[in-house]
């Protein structure tokens, strides 16, 4: 079972390049999240779903686009890579059960923005 | 939404100690309170969990506390071993529904 496999696992940009950001489950989870990671900032929501064709914004929505056109996929769109963007990123899916609602992470990409 | 508060921020103990990590939350709907263990360089991944009608749970050397009325839950890690070095995330919840809230982690460094 590969669970949630995320692309790449490291990236360097420029300021104002755009990339995005693979992420895969085979669980058949509705539910699919991105995360930024921070030193000291915990794990912050940026753009989650619920299903095919439906997504929303969470806590740090700003300079990212997501699609979900199937349940397995769930891709990050930076559109013009800012420096503030530098980070770790975490792809994530759930079931959402009503007696647990766990989520499989993604390896994580570490991205460099210069 | 859901504001989440987890205390201490950091953690050393000497191996063979106890190490609590509490977290606060807000939303008095929550009802899935679950820890999440993030070693160096690795993906987060859920070590325990409880739902509200229970007020504790145990696994082994961890275990998880919950209260409820205070809005608050903990986890307690017994006889603490080198391995154990990892960041702590909690994430109190609804079931059943999408966004999971992340408090900020707790790093907790044993010393051998």
């Known amino acids: 079972n590969a669970g949630v496999t995320q692309t790449p696992k490291f990236q360097v940009l420029k300021t104002g390049q755009s990339m995005t950001l693979q992420c895969a489950q085979d669980?058949?989870?509705?539910?699919m999240s991105w995360y930024r990671q921070d030193p000291g900032m915990g794990l912050r929501l940026i753009h989650y779903?619920?299903?095919?064709?439906?997504?929303d914004q969470g806590e740090v929505p700003n300079g990212y686009n997501v699609s979900r056109s199937t349940t397995e996929d769930f891709p990050l769109r930076l559109l013009s890579a800012a420096p503030s963007q530098t980070s770790v990123y975490f792809c994530?899916?759930?079931?959402?059960?009503?007696?647990?609602?766990?989520?499989?992470f993604g390896q994580g990409t570490r991205l460099t923005v210069v | 939404g859901e504001n989440v508060e987890q205390h201490p921020s950091t953690l050393s103990v000497q191996e063979g100690d106890s190490a609590v990590i509490k977290c606060t939350y807000s939303d008095s709907a929550s009802n899935y309170f679950p820890w999440y263990k993030q070693e160096l360089g690795k993906r987060p991944q859920l070590i325990i969990d409880?739902?509200?009608?229970?007020g504790e749970k145990k696994d082994q050397r961890i275990a998880v506390t919950l209260n409820k009325t205070a809005k608050h839950f903990s986890l307690h890690i017994t006889e603490t071993q080198p391995e154990d070095s990892a960041v702590y995330f909690c994430?109190?919840?609804?079931?059943?529904?999408?966004?999971?809230?992340f408090g900020k982690g707790t790093m907790l460094l044993v010393s051998p």
């Open positions: 994530a899916s759930s079931y959402l059960g009503l007696e647990r609602t766990e989520a499989f």
């Open positions: 409880i739902r509200s009608n229970v």
């Open positions: 994430a109190p919840s609804l079931s059943g529904y999408s966004t999971l809230t």
């Open positions: 779903s619920v299903g095919a064709g439906i997504t």
């Open positions: 669980m058949n989870h509705e539910y």
